[in-house]
């Protein structure tokens, strides 16, 4: 598996990562999907707090143990949550970051995260103290870099004026290619974005769309149409024939080295491992990207646009 450098870090990440999210609550079953990972040559692994309340992050730590320094292991926090609740509230004091790394810690069972990074954001946060917050557990050596996940321009503009951060998790995929608007600005900082959702819910798999869900046959995805949805699936089978969908999709996201990872889910070994060979395939070629961009809308973030 390749590898490419985190923004301006020394993080070197496999460009496919596995997202935890869907690993499921049994875990036999996550922690199988984890070993396949790491033999599939997948050194990054991103989690959350949130993620079954904690539980996901407790997998992973389990999983990766006696490994630890061979893996880039990143997780995420701003959702204040207490075990045995289900209601949790966006807080990203600096108080709590503070102590949402500790207990991120404890269930990881490690002593320092590679990459810790806020998950979400709003302009009306006390983004000073956020920073600071993030700063201080580097300096403090608790985490090694820091990124945010966010889709609100003002929010990633702000921290890349002000932080020092690495990454910028971001829904990106040919069905969605909002992010693109901002990969020179993303790019002129020494920042990689990390794409979450590359293959669209399914959407860019061989996955035939008629198994879509029903809220896709209903309300499409984004602003395509179920009946558009199967009309660009077919435009862009024909805009890059060398390739299954799949990997269309997978080398779409990383034709632009602004992406410094793909961090699609698995529940089952199968997706991962379909993920892995489209990562292996062959590059796309200048005119098959240009061709999958013309099928393909490219539309902007309407909202969220000015601090």
């Known amino acids: 598996m390749k590898k490419r450098k985190l923004g301006h870090s020394d993080l070197y990440v496999s460009e496919i990562g596995l997202g935890c999210m869907s690993l499921g609550t049994e875990e036999a079953q996550a922690k199988s999907i984890i070993d396949e990972a790491i ?10 707090d949130l993620y079954d309340y904690g539980l996901n992050e407790e997998f992973v730590g389990k999983a990766l143990k006696g490994r630890r320094e061979e893996m880039i292991l990143a997780t995420k926090a701003g959702n204040h949550w207490e075990k045995g609740k289900e209601s949790w509230y ?3 004091s600096k108080a709590y970051i503070k102590e949402a790394v500790k207990e991120s810690l404890r269930r990881l069972g490690t002593d320092y995260i590679d990459l810790y990074q806020l998950h979400g954001g709003t302009i009306d946060d006390p983004i000073d ?3 600071e917050a993030f700063e201080e557990l580097k300096t403090e050596g608790l985490i090694r870099w820091y990124g945010i996940s966010s889709i609100r321009p003002n929010v990633m503009m702000k921290y890349l004026e002000k932080s020092s951060i690495v990454s910028i998790m971001m829904q990106y995929s040919l069905l969605d290619r909002r992010p693109e608007e901002w990969f020179p600005l993303i790019k002129e900082r020494d920042v990689s974005v990390i794409a979450r ?3 669209a819910k399914g959407l860019l798999t061989e996955r035939p769309v008629e198994s879509a869900s029903e809220s896709v046959k209903e309300k499409g995805y984004l602003s395509y149409s179920y009946e558009e949805l199967k009309q660009v699936r077919t435009s862009l089978k024909d805009a890059a024939p060398r390739h299954t969908l799949t990997e269309t999709a997978v080398q779409y996201c990383l034709y632009d080295h602004t992406v410094g990872a793909l961090v699609p889910g698995a529940s089952k070994k199968e997706q991962l491992l379909e993920n892995c060979r489209a990562a292996e395939a062959e590059p796309l070629f200048a005119e098959e990207y240009e061709a999958l961009q013309k099928a393909s809308k ?3 973030y309407e909202t969220h646009r000015s601090s």
């Open 129 to 131: 103290e956020t920073i």
């Open 90 to 92: 966006w807080d990203p």
């Open 197 to 199: 959702g590359p293959m």
């Open 298 to 300: 490219a539309e902007i």
């Open 39 to 48: 033999h599939r040559g997948i050194n990054y692994f991103d989690t959350a």
